[in-house]
C-alpha cells in the first residue's frame, strides 16, 4: 500500500493532502524523523527538498539501489530575504545586494580580498553604497552557492537565465486567510495610499502613465492592456475606469508626473538601480523583457512609500502569470482565487484582473499575435534557469531612466 511521509506544516505536506486520501498520508516533524519512517518502513514514499536528500542516509541508500530519486518537482520554494516595508531604505540595500550577488557571477566578478573596503564611515544613505563590496568581500552568487551546497545540488533553477522563459510568478501563498485579513487593511495607516483613494472616493479613475517602447511598439500596446488589468482590479471589473497618459521614451516628465502624484502608477519602466535607490520608486515583477538586444526588464514602477499600492500592482501583475501557470484564462477567471490583504473592497481583484485581459498568454498575443518562439517572454516552468541578473545596476548618480 502506498504510503507517503512528509514534514508536517510545510507546502509537501499541503500537495500531498490534495491530491492523495488521507489514509496514504504519514506525517513527521523533521527531516530526520523522516529518514527514520522511510528507512523502518512507516513508508515507502518520502516528500522533501531534494538539497536535505544529498550528504544523508537516504543518498547513499539511493546510490546504492536500494532507493529511486524521482526526476519531477511538485511544488516550488523560491526562499528571499524578508524586511520591513516601514523602511524603505534598508530594504532596497538589502534587495540590491542580492541582485548584486547575482549580477556578478552572470558578470565573472568574484570575490576579491584585495578589493575589499571597510566604507561605513561617512555613509549616510544607500546611494552612497558601493554594492560591489558584497562580491570582492564575500563573493558572487555561485560562490556563495558552492561554498554551501555540494556542486550536484546547484540545480537548474538555481542558475543565471541568459534569455529563456523568463516570465516569473512567485507562489500566491495564503492570500485569503482568517477573515482578520479584511479588517486589517482598514487598521492600516495608508490613507494617502491609492488604495484608499479609490475606495473613498467613489467615481475616480486609476492614472496610469504609459512609457512609449519603440522596439518592438507592440509593448506599449500590452502596457496599455496591463494598465487596463489594474482598472479592472480597482474598480469591480471596470477596465474603462481609467486616464491614460503617454509619454516618450527617456521622458523625466514621466518620473516627475509619479513622484508629484500626477498619475498612480507608470508601465513600462525599466527596472533599474538607479530608480530604486535614487528615484523613490518601486518596481513590480517584469512584464515584458526586451527583444532588441538592450536586455531590459520593463515593468510598472509605482511610488515607494505607497507600499500598499505597491504591494497590489504587483500581485496583480502575478495573477496573470499564476492564470498561465495553472491554466486559468478569461472565460474560467472565477477559478481565480478571492484576495482578503488589500480589504474587502478588492476580495474579487484577482479574478476581475483575469476576466478583462486573462492569463498572459492571452495578453500576450492580444497584441503580439501567435508566436511560435517567444523566447524570453515565455512563462517559466519552474524547472528551467530562475535567477535574473538585472541590467541597470551602476552605482551611479546619472539616472537613466530612472523610473
Known sequence: MLSICVKQETTHYAYVSLNFPSNFVKTGSSFEELVEMMVNGTCNVMGTEEYQIFNSEIEELIESG??????ESFTEEPLSAVTRNDDREWSDIVNWVMQMLIHGESNDMTQNLSLCENESSGITNAAM?????????????????????????????????DGTAMIYSIPLGDIMPAIDGLTAFNDRDDSDSVLKRVK??????????????VAPIEATSLSVDYCRVLAAALFNGNSEAIEILTFGVNDSIACEALSNKSIDALAGGIVNFQGDVYGG??????????ED??????????????TLFSSFVNAMIISTIHAQEVGITRETSARMPLVSLFGSDFLWAMRDSISYGGNYDELYENNFGSRFDRGRNEVNSHSGPQLLAPVKISSSNDVDRGC
Open 66 to 71: 536500494q532507493y529511486v530519486l524521482g526526476n
Open 129 to 161: 553604497l558601493n554594492f560591489e563590496q558584497s562580491i570582492y568581500c564575500a563573493g558572487n552568487y555561485g560562490e556563495l552557492f558552492n561554498k554551501n551546497f555540494d556542486k550536484k545540488q546547484h540545480s537548474l533553477m538555481n542558475t543565471i537565465n
Open 200 to 213: 473613498r472616493d467613489k467615481g475616480k479613475v486609476f492614472r496610469c502613465g504609459v512609457i512609449s517602447i
Open 281 to 290: 520608486f518601486s518596481y513590480s515583477t517584469p512584464y515584458f523583457f526586451a
Open 293 to 306: 538586444g538592450t536586455e531590459n526588464f520593463y515593468a510598472f514602477a509605482t511610488r515607494q512609500d505607497d
